[in-house]
């Protein structure tokens, strides 16, 4: 706990250093009007899957809210290839943040691009590594979400989503306002797409049936749930639908468990080199049933039927969004006490509501 604290406050005192050192008199620093020039505009979004696939909505509404903006994206190894190829942006610059070596190129290839404005994604808390690759950006306006006790470190801020019950995807979607647009829900919501020769692959993964796809990884231990149950939530969408074609997908270190799933639940395991596989099998699937990870979120991004469990105080935040579907949020702090009856009801719920998608 003392060490907790200690990386707290440590945390704390490198924000107020570099919110000081950002923070630049208001005189000439007005607000941009964003459609009297050509503004080229980086936004920042360096860390997970799921933090990308809930801001593509946003982010092609930022790049589309006026002709003059040319968009870039500052994205993480892990999240970058989510939008090779999205025709809102104009350049992605890969950034690992464990590298030490990636530090000094990425400074130097942001201040060759010279950039107008800066965007920071974090919009819950601030975050170290944002503020040094905003001060690195050099931009002129640096925007951001007030209120988060940094605001000196933006001379272009919004208020935050008032609602205490937002989605993360509504949470961001607050940023739009410094471009002088309103998002409703249908611009906001995630937005992906997958090419003709990943679609194909994925078609031919797929036998004749409903398409139902299981994803069995969590990404932490305390979403983490017991194999027998993945394998008897499978048995039950086939006493449900014996037309089902069940594919199990996992992330590689999970492939021999999903195996065993997979052959225990009737169906077969469907290896996914990288995301986008997994995120064509999500586009062309009847049902989806996950965990909470990016898996969800791409489940809501390509509006499939989808089942998501999440542990307790997780879903009102990170849960599915615009598409049919259940969020089921367990009463624990994690997946132990989980009953496969209480998913298994869910997904009766949503198996009647969905209709084959290819019907």
């Given amino acids: ?14 924000i107020r250093i570099l919110v000081r050192l950002m923070r630049r008199p208001s005189a000439g620093d ?62 992605i610059v890969v950034f690992n943040k464990k590298k030490l070596s990636d530090y000094l190129p990425t400074l130097l290839r942001l201040r060759r691009t010279r950039y107008d404005a800066v965007v920071d994604c974090m919009v819950t808390a601030p975050s170290v590594t944002t503020l040094l690759l905003i001060l690195a950006s050099g931009a002129r306006y640096r925007v951001g ?3 988060r006790g940094n605001d000196a470190a933006f001379n272009v801020t919004v208020p935050a989503e008032a609602r205490p019950d937002a989605h993360m ?22 937005v992906l797409s997958v090419t003709d020769d990943e679609r194909h692959r994925a078609e031919s993964i797929w036998g004749t049936g409903f398409r139902a796809l299981i994803n069995i990884s969590a990404g932490t231990s305390e979403r983490d749930w017991s194999d027998s149950r993945y394998a008897a939530v499978m048995q039950h969408i086939r006493s449900e639908r ?32 990288g995301i986008r596989d997994a995120f064509a099998l ?15 979120h791409a489940a809501s991004a390509f509006r499939v ?7 307790r105080g997780k879903s009102e935040r990170w ?15 994690n997946f132990e006490t989980l009953d496969v009856d209480v998913v298994t009801a869910a997904i009766d719920r949503i198996l009647a509501a969905a209709v084959s998608r290819r019907a």
Avoid at 258 to 273: F, H, L
Avoid at 282 to 294: G, L, M
Avoid at 319 to 324: A, D, K, R
Wanted: charged share 25%; proline share 5%; no cysteine.
């Fill in 242 to 273: 014996t037309d089902a074609v069940l594919r199990v997908i996992s992330s590689p270190a999970d492939a021999d468990r999903a195996e065993r799933i997979a052959r225990d639940g009737g169906g077969e395991y469907t290896r996914t080199v």
């Fill in 30 to 91: 007005a607000r941009p009007s964003w459609g009297s020039r050509p503004f080229r505009v980086l936004f920042l979004r360096h860390d997970r899957a799921g933090d990308m696939v809930v801001s593509t909505g946003v982010m092609r509404g930022i790049a589309r809210s006026h002709p003059t903006i040319t968009l870039d994206v500052l994205a993480s190894p892990a999240n970058a290839s989510i939008i090779s190829g999205a025709d809102y942006i104009d350049e």
């Fill in 319 to 333: 849960g599915l969004y615009g598409t049919i579907g259940e969020n089921v949020e367990h009463s624990e702090p």
């Fill in 145 to 147: 979400i007030a209120g």
């Fill in 1 to 14: 706990m003392r060490l907790k604290r200690l990386e707290l406050w440590w945390r704390a005192l490198w």
């Fill in 305 to 311: 039927p989808t089942v998501a469990i999440y542990v």
């Fill in 169 to 190: 995807v509504d949470l961001i979607a607050a940023l739009a306002r410094a471009f002088d647009i309103w998002l409703d829900e249908d611009e906001r919501h995630p």
């Fill in 282 to 296: 999500i586009a062309t699937a009847d049902f989806v049933f996950t965990p909470d990870t990016s898996i969800a």
